[in-house]
């Protein structure tokens, strides 16, 4: 074999950019509460005994963790629980939701990209990871188009052996 062979990396050399959505994810816990288990016979919200219950929460339990509150039964949950709920873990949870995991996690990556700068992008190839250990909400994709359309040379989502062309300006 010739010393001469050189072994070129092309995907390198092409300028093309990777973005992983599952970078922006903020790292932390999360943790739902069910409010099924502050009502009485998982049915009735009596106010003496749901603020009892609240008063009782181990708030710690909570510290620094993204929590999402949601009830799992047909239950009517006045308005001002879910104030005594949140007032409970605010200044101790990171955030704190009504609804499911999936709510939080399409909240949390919404969140991540208002505030990501995509200046770094501007102009350049860009190339959006296709698979990821994190399930990435289908929001983030669509808001990430929005974000990069006006800035990027083009865009592409898969893997650098195979992608698809999303578009290009």
Known sequence: ????????????????????????????????????????????????????????LDAEKYRDAFVFVYCSVDA???????????????????????GSKKDLEIILMHEALEHYNFSELDGKRVLVKGCSEEDIPENAYIELVEKLKPLVKSLMFGEACSNVPIFKN
């Open 1 to 56: 074999m010739s010393e001469d062979f050189e072994i070129k990396n092309k995907v390198a050399e092409s300028g093309l950019v990777n973005f992983d959505l599952s970078e922006l994810s903020p790292k932390g816990k999360r943790i739902g509460i069910d409010l099924k288990d502050f009502l009485f016979m998982e049915m009735i919200l009596k106010e003496k005994d749901f603020r009892e219950k609240v008063s009782e």
């Open 76 to 98: 009517i949950i006045p308005i001002w629980a879910y104030f005594l709920i949140t007032s409970k873990l605010t200044g101790i949870a990171k955030k704190v939701i009504y």
